[in-house]
Each structure stands twice: as structure tokens, then as C-alpha cells.
């Protein structure tokens, strides 16, 4: 066994010491490049955009303008993340930006091997001012988005809290597991995006759920340590893990190889991309499954009896730690398909999970702690204020806004909105 194990690990070896080679004998083909038309199709020459890049190297900004075709392009020298500036100024009369604030898009170049999708700038005819009610309509349909992702992870919690008791501070890290997993797998190893996700939700249920479980919280449990000392326990857990994946992947934003460039749908006043919609209606199938699980699979049905009474549920024959254990996959499956959520959509960095933490907590806190239902309606809640805030407050504060709504609620209902009362003292 011992002889096979080291055949394998010197195979491995082999491997990533020929990766270096391939890539430096790569042909270097890749280009920056994309195409601004009007409305009807027709080329626009003469637009002036500015490349400014990598963001980990020394910056170099070069301005380029498009031809008679329409089409412009930068020959980068460096893999990594670079930054294009379209000049509104310089559109023809008449022709104006779609989407006015957002004349800047970063696009990341994983090698000089392979060009990175074209970059597109939605133009329409003359300015366009969208109203306060369209404006209204794409940040509900944004806040709908993000509290589909903010559900999956808050179940998680929610069950993990109701279980065990434990507060877990480490939540955050199983989120971007899978999104850094999904990168990974993607572009490290050359696995399409999809399957990639597929594995790095399954790395996430072996890892962060059953490992993490069996060799850091079941013993921490038989040794009867208290909530608070477990609690303490997922702060430093969390950050050893955090700044793991910073000394692995480093600070930067990345793309995934595929999806990175998409083109949105314009559906009324709405834009959408389709791996936006697809990914969401993935999320929603997950949260659908975790229900029917809690309410009609016979571990589903043990896990409510645990999270209600575990010394009456331990009485009865139930087997707790096999629940517990069973709640912590669900958790870490869901935690993780969020992860890969945000980074299509966002990109994937070491701190994804830790800077949606405290809205997750907050989701949870405002449905009512231990609820599984309880944490997705406080998704929605804070989800959608969050995007919809911004109509009246400075985008810098739509956090601190979802906070103030949750104290608020919590001032009048301090078990949550779908908690129940508790008898204290």
C-alpha cells in the first residue's frame, strides 16, 4: 500500500513539475479584444478605451481605438487582471452607454496561451436615464439573486446552529471553498466550469462537512466543551483557513476560464445574465431538496427531533452524531453551491465568505435561530432591502441599512420572525 501511495504522490510530483514547461513553451496568442456597435449592429470606429493592467504587476495603461469595423484590441505581455475604460465622450452623437455606470470591465487572463472572451459595452441610441421605477425593477430583480445565494448558506447555518448550538464563524470559509474550489478545479486542471462546480460542491461536503465535523467538532463535543469555547474555537478556525486560501490563490479577484465575459438579457427594464438565471434556479432546487429533506427523509425527521431535544431524541434511539453529522454535509453542500454562485457572478477571492458573513448571520438572527425556514425568509428580507436601499441611500451604506432593519425587527420580535418564545430563567 505504503509502495502505491508513493508511485501515486511521485506521478503527481511529475505532473506539476512538467506544468511550468508546457506553459512556457505555449505559444503567446492571447489578446484583450471586443467590438462596440450601435443599436442596430452597425460598427462604430473611432472609440477611444483604456487598458490599465495586470493588477499584481506594475500598471501599464495603453489607449486604444476602435477601427473601421468596430473592433479594438491590446496585446497584453503578463498573465493576470486588466481593466477596460470605454470614453464615453467619444461615441457618436446620438449613441450613448446602456448602462452609463458601468464604463469600466475587468476581465483576468489566466495565461498568454488562451484569449479571454470579448469584451462588450452595451450601446443604445442617445443617453439613456433610466427611470427611478426601472432602476427599481433591476434591483429587485438583483436583491432576488443575491438572497437565493444568501439562502443557501443561512440554511446551513441555521441547521448546524440547531443541532449543536454551535455558532460557526467558519461558515464563511466553506462558501468560499466552493467558489475557490470551482476555480480551481477549472483552471488549474482545465475542467469545464460546470463539472468543476459539481466537484468543488462535493470537496465541500467532504471536507467541510464530514472531516471538519469528525475531527474538529465531534471530539470537541465528547469532551463536553461549551458553546462559547466552541464558538471561540470557528473564529480561529476561520481565519487559519482564510489566510490559507490567501497564501494559495493570493488576494486577487479571479474569473472563472468560462462565463466570465456573458452577455445579458435586456428584458424590459431588467438586465440578466443566463448564468445568473440558471444558477439561481440551481440554488432554488438545492433550498427545495433541503426542505423535502427536513420534512420527509427519516434524517430530516431525526435532525428536527435533535435540534428540539437531544437527550430525548438520543432516548429514543436516535443516533445524534450520525444526525449531526448528516446536517453538516447538507450545510457544507449548500454553503459551497453559494460559494460557486459568487463567483460566477462576482469572481472568486479569499475574503468572499467572511465579507457576507455578517449579512448571513444577520439573515439567520432575523428569521428566527435554528429555522431553516426562518433563515430564508431573513435572506429574502435582507437580500432585497440591501438592493433596494439603494434608491435612497448611498450604495457605501446598503449594508449598514440591512443592520439597522434587523435590530428593528429583533427590538419587537426578539426570537426572529419565524422563531419561537423561550422561557429564560
Known sequence: MSRAIGKVLTALLFILML?????AQ???TAVISGQIVDLKGKPIAGVELTIAGPNSQEI????????VAGNWSYTPTVPGQYFVTINPETLPSGVGLTEPDKTTKSVVLFTLAKSPPPIQFLTGEGPIRASKFDIAQQLLVDGVLLSIMMSLAAVGLSLIFGTTGLTNFAHGEIITMGGLGTYMFNTWFGIHVIPAAILAVGMSMLVSGFLQDRFIWKPLRKRGTGVIAMLVVS?????????????IFGGDRLQYAQFAGQAGWQIGAVSLTPKALISALIGVVLLVFAIMWL??????KASR????N????SAS???VEKVIQSVWILGAMLAGYAGVMMGLNQGVQFIMGSDILLLIFAAVTLGGLGTAYGAIVGSFIVGIFIQLSTLVIPSELKFVGALVVLILILLVRPQGIMGSKERVG
Do not use: F, H
Open 305 to 308: 427531533a435533535v435540534a428540539d
Open 235 to 247: 473564529i480561529g478556525l476561520g481565519i487559519l483557513i482564510r489566510y490559507l486560501y490567501l497564501y
Open 295 to 300: 420534512l420527509k427523509s427519516t434524517m430530516g
Open 26 to 28: 505555449a505559444d503567446e
Open 60 to 67: 501599464v495603461i495603453t489607449t486604444v481605438s476602435t477601427d
Open 310 to 313: 437531544p437527550a430525548l431524541a
Open 317 to 319: 434511539g436516535i443516533d
Open 19 to 23: 506544468s511550468p514547461i508546457s506553459a
